[in-house]
């Protein structure tokens, strides 16, 4: 029986993640009020980030069944070594623009294009991670597996606003340029020292899954409503900020958002590092769980009730996800076969970033004509999901 224990192969597959998530909220944080700052309207800034997604949403189901076939761990490196190197581009971009080497049209499409070619090659090291996971833990415990990749995410999110925020002294772009130098560490690590798991898969062709299969469709619906409202959010609360708290000064701005964000991720780690290791709920008592709070933090946005509700609300988010992340990916996983989990991995990485196009899209259109609309739109449709899980199957560990 493999459990799940926090192993040397597992610490060195997490750091990589952390350094994953570290950069996720440095898109907010950093990025998100600089493209503002450099003229680029909230459509343009959701849209620069719904390009990545985009190319997520192609790539991973692809690098997923490449780990089946070349193995998890050169597809985790060539996944992490692309994050290094994307960023560091991005990072470029922006300092092109504060420079004025780029006016706001010709830095829309440059932004546009860099963040499109990061997310065809950073495509590889979730589907690659989950798969790891799979290949490493048995059914009982897949649920806290999942939970250790989850959280690694959540402490990269935590660690990024203090990192972004303790950098930005340097200068506006630092954190953004060290964090690609985290990620070029983290490869370096896991190249010289992370092991290749055995795998269930056969090493001829890879097994294609559907996403349409019944057997995993709900749980990739269930990650593009996370997502799609998630980042939707995420993606106007700079503007949210400004003009429902008043908050309009860039610096204050940034800090507001770098406490919303260490709430939410904080609460997200309390749960995944505290509460599913110790009382290991099953996979539908999470999805229920996760779907109800995250209507009910949505509803707590909306009601535009000052800034202690913006940090309550994001801390809830924190509990949604801290339940929603691995609660869908161990479902998935115990649904589908052992030579199946590239396949599913791939597919698990690709549905929320087919949200992570359409909500901040979305929500940036949709925020300038009904500022509070994405909020409450975002809340009925977590609790239409929340409703669902009681009549959708649910697989449990044997």
């Known amino acids: 029986m493999r459990e799940c224990r926090v192993s040397r192969d597992k610490l060195i597959l997490l750091a990589g993640l952390i350094t994953y998530g570290m950069g996720q909220s440095l898109l907010f944080v950093i990025f998100t009020p600089l493209a503002i700052q450099l003229g680029l309207a909230e459509w343009q800034v959701g849209i620069i980030i719904a390009a990545s997604n985009m190319a997520l949403a192609i790539s ?48 829309f499409g440059t932004l546009i294009a860099l963040r499109f070619a990061y997310g065809l090659i950073v495509g590889g090291i979730n589907p690659a991670a989950t798969a ?41 772009v630092f954190p953004m340029y060290a964090a690609s130098a985290l990620a070029l560490a983290a490869a370096m690590w896991a190249g010289l020292a992370l092991p290749e798991p055995a795998r269930h898969a056969n090493r001829g062709e890879a ?20 997502f799609g409202v998630f980042t939707g959010v995420q993606t106007i609360t700079a503007a949210w900020i400004g003009d429902a708290l008043g908050i309009t000064d860039l610096t204050a701005n940034q800090r507001t958002m770098m406490v919303a964000l260490l709430c939410m991720a904080f609460c ?20 229920r769980l996760a779907f109800a709070l995250m209507t009910a933090a949505l509803l707590l946005l909306g009601a535009v009730a000052g800034e202690m509700a913006l940090y309550v609300g994001y801390g809830m988010f924190g509990l949604s996800f801290g339940f929603a992340a691995p609660g869908l990916n161990a479902a998935a996983s115990l649904a589908v076969n052992a030579d199946e989990q590239g396949a599913v991995g791939g597919l698990l990485t690709a549905a929320p970033t087919v949200g992570m196009i359409v909500g901040p899209v979305l929500c940036g ?27 959708v199957r649910v697989p449990q560990p044997r």
């Open 207 to 226: 097994v294609k899954l559907s996403p349409f299969d019944s057997r995993v469709s709900p749980y990739l619906i269930g990650w593009f409503v996370v």
């Open 60 to 107: 991973s189901p692809r690098w997923g069944r490449a780990s089946d076939r070349l193995g998890r761990r050169r597809v985790y490196l060539t996944g992490l070594v692309g994050y290094a190197v994307g960023y560091a581009a991005l990072a470029l971009g922006v300092q092109a623009g504060l420079d004025g080497f780029l006016q706001a049209t010709t830095l």
């Open 132 to 172: 790891y996971i799979a290949d490493t833990t048995d059914e009982k415990s897949r649920g806290q597996g999942m939970a250790l990749v989850a959280m690694s995410g959540g402490l990269g999110t935590i660690i990024g606003p203090v990192f972004g925020g303790a950098l930005a002294g340097v200068s506006p």
């Open 268 to 287: 997200t780690l309390l749960v995944q590092a505290l509460v599913l290791q110790v009382l290991k709920p099953a996979p539908a008592t999470m999805l």
């Open 365 to 391: 259109f949709v925020y300038s004509a009904a500022p509070q609309a994405p909020m409450f739109g975002g809340a009925l449709l977590s609790a239409s999901m929340a409703v669902a899980w009681f009549f």
